[in-house]
């Protein structure tokens, strides 16, 4: 127990983080990461905009 207020030893008060837990939270945090730039690219290759508008009409008769 610790009384004292403050800053502490945190390995000598025996409290230690285990290393597969950092690894699989950076694991998700890259994954994260990787999802949130791919939809960005998808959304920046996609046009703006509407739909197109029609071309002209081959069967126009312009007599």
């Known amino acids: 127990n610790n009384d004292q207020s403050g800053t502490f030893d945190a390995t000598e008060e025996g409290i230690l983080d285990l290393l597969s ?3 699989w939270a950076i694991k998700l945090a ?3 990461a990787r999802t949130v730039l791919s939809v960005d690219q998808i ?3 996609r046009q ?3 739909p ?3 071309g002209p009409n ?3 008769d312009e007599d």
């Open 21 to 23: 837990s950092k690894s």
């Open 30 to 32: 890259t994954e994260a």
């Open 43 to 45: 959304i920046v290759a």
């Open 48 to 50: 703006a905009g509407g």
């Open 52 to 54: 197109k508008p029609p």
């Open 58 to 60: 081959p069967n126009w």
